[in-house]
């Protein structure tokens, strides 16, 4: 996630590659996180004498598992205060880790949860943001120039960021997953794989403009799609006999539980 916002900023220009310095746990992830990143950025292990100059930037990005959070021991910052950014500025990606625990841990530290998208690699993403009470405007300024050249902000209540996660982040999986078996499905009635795959792909990313561009509601697009006896109706009654729309709800409440779940085995 964290080469999902990285990179179409550097492809911008709002950030100088020289000037992002990244850390990886061990020395063995470098040359993997390296491989696509553009030219001039730095990315050490922990374990590199470097890697406590990131703990002197105004602005650090954490994006590692939820499960390493532990391991993560903050380091004082040798940092200036001013009255734009009176501490520095951490941006958490990481899933149900709270602000209170983020806090916790950096409490030299002003923190922010952010909850990006995979389709911010495309500048297509959604972004949900929750602050800490004591962030300033200009720090908000600063956390959105990030988010906004990529994804579409929208600004919440922590309490609604698990929910926003289970949507928006786990979503493309859900879709990925459809996309791949409704492929599959053509293959099984006769199409070859390649003309499956761009006629499936083609069909999703249609449907979206379609709902977006003519604000249609769902099941305004299934009903114009389903006429009486076809073959929609009959596809549409299998599904619902398989369950997919509860499969679907449940798929979405239970991501939604397991980030809260996260927040607890810290």
């Not at 030219?39 to 994006?63: I, T, Y």
């Not at 001013?82 to 625990?101: E, M, R, Y």
């Not at 960021?161 to 492929?183: K, N, Q």
């Amino acid at each position: 996630m964290a080469k999902a916002i990285i990179s179409p900023l550097i492809e911008r220009g709002e950030y100088q590659p020289e000037h992002i310095l990244g850390i990886v746990g061990n020395s063995s992830s470098i040359t993997p996180v390296m491989s696509d990143l553009p030219k001039g950025v730095k990315v050490v292990s922990s374990a590199d004498s470097l890697s406590r100059e990131v703990w002197n930037a105004p602005l650090k990005l954490l994006a590692v598992k939820p499960q390493q959070f532990g391991k993560i021991k903050e380091v004082s910052p040798l940092f200036q205060s001013n009255n734009q950014f009176p501490k520095p500025l951490l941006i958490s990606v990481l899933a149900g880790i709270t602000l209170k625990n983020l806090k916790k841990a950096f409490p030299e530290h002003t923190c922010v949860r952010a909850v990006p998208n995979t389709p911010s690699l495309v500048g297509e993403g959604l972004t949900g943001l929750a602050w800490e009470d004591d962030i300033t405007s200009d720090q908000k300024n600063a956390v959105r120039k990030i988010f906004e050249p990529i994804s579409e902000i929208f600004e919440l209540n922590e309490r609604k960021l698990d929910s926003f996660l289970a949507l928006t982040s786990s979503g493309p999986a859900y879709i990925a997953l459809m996309v791949e078996a409704m492929a599959d499905g053509a293959v099984a009635a006769g199409l070859p794989r390649h003309l499956s795959n761009q006629l499936a792909h083609k069909t999703l990313s249609g449907t979206a403009s379609l709902l977006r561009e003519k604000s249609l509601h769902p099941a305004e697009l299934k009903d114009m799609v389903a006429s009486p006896a076809g073959t929609t109706i009959s596809a549409l009654r299998h599904l619902e006999l398989a369950g997919l729309r509860s499969a679907l709800i449940e798929a979405v409440v239970l991501a939604a539980q397991k980030s809260r779940q996260l927040a607890e085995e810290v």
